[in-house]
C-alpha cells in the first residue's frame, strides 16, 4: 500500500522559515515527478512545486519562487520542502503529491496518483 506521509508544518510568524517532509512507501517515486500542493482559504488547491525524474529538475509557481525550495532524497524516498521568507498567505494545508507513472510535469492536481493527508501551516503577521 502507497503511502505519503507529510510533517513539519506549524504556526510560524511572517519572516520565519519552515521545512516540509513527506515520506513515501510501498513504492519509490525517484523517477517520477513529486510535488507540493497547497489549499488556502477560499481557493482551490493550488500548485506549489514540483521535482521531476531522475535528474530532479523543479518548477515552481510564480508566488513562491525565490522563497520555496523542492528537494528530495531518493536513498530515504522523501521529498523535501524548505520554505524561507514566510508570508501571511502562505497559510494552508500543504499536501504532498507523487505520480505513479512516468508522464510529463504537471501543475495540475488531476496529474497526480497518490496523495497525503496534509500539513496545516500557519503564518501570523
Known amino acids: 500500500q502507497v503511502q505519503l506521509v507529510e510533517s513539519g508544518g506549524g504556526l510560524v510568524q511572517a519572516g520565519d522559515s519552515l521545512r516540509l517532509s513527506c515520506a513515501a512507501s510501498?513504492?519509490?517515486?525517484?523517477?517520477?515527478?513529486m510535488a507540493w500542493f497547497r489549499r488556502t482559504p477560499g481557493k482551490e488547491r493550488e500548485f506549489v512545486a514540483a521535482?521531476?525524474?531522475?535528474?530532479?529538475?523543479?518548477y515552481y509557481a510564480d508566488s513562491v519562487k525565490g522563497r520555496f525550495t523542492i528537494s528530495r532524497d531518493n536513498a530515504k524516498n522523501t521529498v523535501y520542502l524548505q520554505m524561507n521568507s514566510l508570508k501571511p498567505e502562505d497559510t494552508g494545508v500543504y499536501y504532498c503529491?507523487?505520480?505513479?507513472?512516468?508522464?510529463?510535469?504537471?501543475?495540475?492536481?488531476?496529474?497526480?496518483?497518490?496523495w497525503g493527508q496534509g500539513t496545516q501551516v500557519t503564518v501570523s503577521s
Open positions: 521535482i521531476c525524474w531522475s535528474g530532479g529538475t523543479t
Open positions: 503529491a507523487a505520480q505513479g507513472r512516468w508522464r510529463t510535469y504537471d501543475s495540475d492536481p488531476g496529474g497526480y496518483d497518490y
Open positions: 510501498g513504492r519509490t517515486f525517484s523517477t517520477y515527478c
